[in-house]
């Protein structure tokens, strides 16, 4: 593998001097509200520089390569990442496939700490798939997010050939092909839901302003900070460049989970039960559909005989899971949830095994159950593994479960007159109702 030239940037911030190449961007195309909120002491470009890659014990940082007798400029990266290589030339990697590029946002949490990882291994497109990693974060946060770099570079992925860490989304999201968009601001004792649909909606306006200015035209785009259903209507509203189809809200958690509980009730391990949906919302609204599923084939409910706790424990089961969790580890499901993010990629990524089905929230323009158009909403769908998807039409819906998936429906119509603003319809109007809907555990 070849190296590139070295030459030494002049270094200006102790703060910042470590080993990596990073630029730091005063253009963050936040909102000022959402600066304000979050980034009350924000750094300045005139303190800032680049500093120097891990990989040269004289801290210089590679800016250039010599390949066939010609100098390429070398863009932003991260210390090992900053040396060049050649797919063709290393007999490992003649079989491999295209690299790819997938940006993080909130590529410092607790989230992407589990998930990167699982990314760069291999374990999600598969062991012949390179990836670029972009990742994400806030200015008061670089510092981490070097140190998530610095762990990928360590864990020596063969298939990780390179890792750009940034502030600005007009610079991570660019070329990417898959946006995984998990940074948002978290919400505090006492804030109201609409407030925390406003500031956060304000994030995934600017991101998807970004994606549609930089990405790439097909780019898959993975909701997961919420409220992520409006989060991601706010995000394809702001790319109209972009197929409202390659969006989705992360539901594939409230999935698991049900599953899960279902399991335990039928007495069955969790790899028996198939065709589980979660309708609607990622709230307390949300529908874990037992009406469809099925355990070793056989309708969940001729093998479940205890109707009752269908209709009402199981559901509640689902809903307070993430609840439950923080009583007993004192944290939330960080890494259940990565690992609900990895199943929601595999699903778009291989073939639906035939007859089953799984849960994403998905723009529902021309869906076959009569919801409520211009939503995005969780419903059961199918993929023949091109990262494209379909929705299920061969699935039963009674009165009982119509009446739920309706109650959903109002909610997340409620939500979209909450972000009127952000999407381009008018004038906001903010009117959720007396009861908190928020999980247990997203506060």
């Known amino acids: 593998m070849a190296m590139s030239d070295l030459s030494t940037p002049k270094t200006t911030s102790p703060l910042l001097r470590s080993s990596s190449q990073l630029r730091l961007s005063s253009k963050l195309h936040l909102s000022n509200q959402f600066r304000h909120l979050l980034l009350p002491t924000p750094l300045h470009t005139s303190s800032i520089s680049k500093i120097s890659c891990s990989v040269s014990q004289n801290n210089q940082?590679?800016?250039?390569?010599?390949?066939?007798?010609?100098?390429?400029?070398?863009?932003?990266?991260?210390?090992v990442f900053c040396l060049t290589y050649d797919l063709k030339a290393e007999e490992e990697t003649k079989s491999w496939?295209?690299?790819?590029?997938?940006?993080?946002?909130?590529a410092a949490g607790m989230i992407s700490n589990h998930l990167l990882f699982k990314l760069?291994?291999?374990?999600?497109?598969?062991?012949?798939?390179?990836?670029?990693?972009?990742?994400?974060?806030?200015?008061?946060?670089?510092?981490?997010?070097?140190g998530v770099a610095m762990e990928l570079e360590d864990s020596l992925f063969p298939l990780l050939r390179e890792v750009d860490i940034g502030t600005d989304p007009y610079e991570v999201f660019q070329d990417v092909e898959w946006a995984l968009l998990i940074g948002a601001k978290p919400r505090g004792p006492g804030m109201e839901r609409a407030?925390?649909?406003?500031?956060?909606?304000?994030?995934?306006?600017?991101?998807?302003?970004?994606?549609?200015?930089?990405?790439?035209?097909?780019?898959?785009?993975?909701?997961?900070?919420?409220?992520?259903n409006t989060n991601a209507l706010i995000c394809l509203k702001n790319a109209p460049n972009i197929p409202a189809k390659n969006f989705h809200a992360l539901t594939?958690?409230?999935?698991?989970?049900?599953?899960?509980?279902?399991?335990?009730?039928?007495?069955?391990?969790?790899?028996?039960?198939?065709?589980?949906?979660?309708?609607?919302?990622?709230?307390?609204?949300?529908?874990?559909?037992?009406?469809?599923?099925?355990?070793?084939?056989?309708?969940?409910?001729?093998?479940i005989t205890d109707h009752k706790w269908l209709e009402e424990g199981f559901t509640e089961s689902v809903q307070k899971r993430g609840g439950l969790l923080?009583?007993?580890?004192?944290?939330s499901s960080a890494a259940s949830t990565a690992v609900s993010i990895v199943d929601a990629i595999k699903s778009l990524v291989t073939p639906t095994p035939e007859g089953d089905w799984f849960s994403t929230g998905v723009y529902t323009n021309g869906n076959p159950y009569g919801i409520a158009e211009d939503l995005v909403f969780s419903m059961p769908c199918r993929s023949n593994g091109d990262g494209d998807y379909e929705l299920v039409k061969d699935v039963e819906i009674d009165d009982y479960l119509r009446k739920r998936i309706a109650k959903s429906e109002a909610e997340l119509?409620?939500?979209?007159?909450?972000?009127?603003?952000?999407?381009?319809?008018?004038?906001?109007?903010?009117?959720?109702g007396p009861v908190d809907t928020m999980l247990p555990g997203e506060v």
């Open 252 to 303: 594939r958690l409230d999935e698991n989970r049900a599953k899960c509980q279902l399991a335990l009730k039928a007495g069955v391990f969790y790899d028996k039960v198939s065709n589980m949906t979660i309708w609607g919302n990622h709230s307390t609204t949300q529908v874990p559909d037992f009406l469809n599923a099925r355990i070793n084939g056989r309708p969940v409910k001729e093998v």
């Open 120 to 146: 760069a291994s291999g374990a999600v497109f598969g062991p012949d798939q390179p990836i670029a990693l972009k990742l994400l974060g806030s200015e008061r946060s670089i510092q981490a997010l070097e």
């Open 97 to 106: 496939k295209k690299m790819i590029s997938i940006a993080v946002s909130g």
């Open 413 to 432: 119509l409620a939500e979209k007159k909450c972000v009127a603003h952000l999407t381009g319809d008018g004038i906001a109007f903010c009117d959720l």
């Open 195 to 228: 407030a925390l649909l406003d500031i956060n909606g304000q994030i995934f306006a600017e991101q998807g302003k970004a994606l549609n200015a930089v990405a790439s035209p097909n780019v898959k785009v993975l909701v997961v900070g919420n409220p992520c």
């Open 326 to 331: 923080i009583q007993k580890w004192g944290r």
């Open 61 to 79: 940082a590679p800016v250039a390569v010599q390949d066939n007798g010609s100098v390429k400029t070398k863009k932003e990266c991260y210390g």
